[in-house]
């Protein structure tokens, strides 16, 4: 169990210009979910995978936000266009489905748009 | 929809303090709840876990009970080290035993503790 890793894990981009991050999740966790968390915030969900399925995605924040897990295994999130309102850290969650259902995060991917 | 509620921090307390930081919670059905800790420059940890009334969540030396008619999922611990400094977060997740939909947290506890 080498845990949920991220890509990169900063990211400073220009206004306007778009980015794009990766998850590995723990291997045999079947469920991935991306999170945006803010300065004083609690990570706030964005979307859900089981699978390569994207089961939940009404509340990605715009239509500029897009996530992918093709074959069912990593993910990227990304952003197009991006705006300053878009400076955040990103978290990716894996999660086997089984118990409590308890998420295990990366240590996220810390965006900031000038 | 659901929604959780901390107690605001920072919340400074002394080494061999006795801690408790309180959670509330709204939700509709039977939610699995979570407290998570997020060390300085580090991702967020599973602390400890509940999943029905009654349960009780423990995980080096803190403890929480899930109490459905107080809708509370209070975090304690007894005597509270350096270490232990961080930001708690509590959470929920709709689905006990699913993890079917995102975790809802709340805002986060700052506490320090001082030598």
């Known amino acids: 169990d080498t845990g949920v890793s991220q890509n990169p894990r900063h990211k400073i981009t220009k206004r306007g210009q778009n980015v794009t991050f990766r998850c590995d999740p723990i291997?045999?966790?079947?469920?991935l979910y991306w999170y945006r968390q803010t300065l004083g915030q609690g990570p706030e969900f964005l979307t859900y995978?089981?699978?390569?399925?994207?089961?939940?995605k009404s509340r990605l924040l715009s239509d500029r936000f897009s996530a992918e897990r093709p074959k069912g295994s990593f993910s990227t999130l990304e952003i197009q266009r991006t705006e300053q309102g878009d400076s955040a850290m990103y978290l990716c969650?894996?999660?086997?489905?089984?118990?409590?259902?308890?998420?295990?995060f990366g240590p996220g991917t810390r965006l900031t748009v000038t | 929809g659901d929604s959780v509620t901390q107690m605001e921090g920072p919340v400074t307390l002394s080494e061999e303090a006795f801690l408790t930081i309180n959670c509330t919670y709204t939700?509709?059905?039977?939610?699995?709840l979570f407290w998570y800790v997020q060390y300085p420059g580090e991702g967020l940890q599973l602390l400890l876990k509940?999943?029905?009334?009654?349960d009780k969540g423990s995980n080096k030396g803190f403890e929480a009970t899930y109490r459905k008619e107080t809708t509370s999922f209070h975090l304690e611990k007894g005597s509270v080290q350096v270490s232990d400094s961080a930001v708690y977060f509590c959470?929920?997740?709709?689905?006990?035993?699913?993890?079917?939909?995102?975790?809802?947290f709340g805002k986060g506890t700052h506490l320090i503790i001082q030598p």
């Open positions: 969650a894996s999660s086997s489905g089984k118990g409590a259902g308890e998420q295990y």
């Open positions: 291997s045999e966790h079947n469920r």
């Open positions: 995978f089981q699978n390569e399925a994207q089961l939940e």
């Open positions: 939700a509709t059905g039977y939610p699995s």
């Open positions: 509940a999943t029905k009334a009654d």
């Open positions: 959470a929920l997740s709709p689905y006990s035993g699913g993890g079917a939909d995102g975790l809802t």
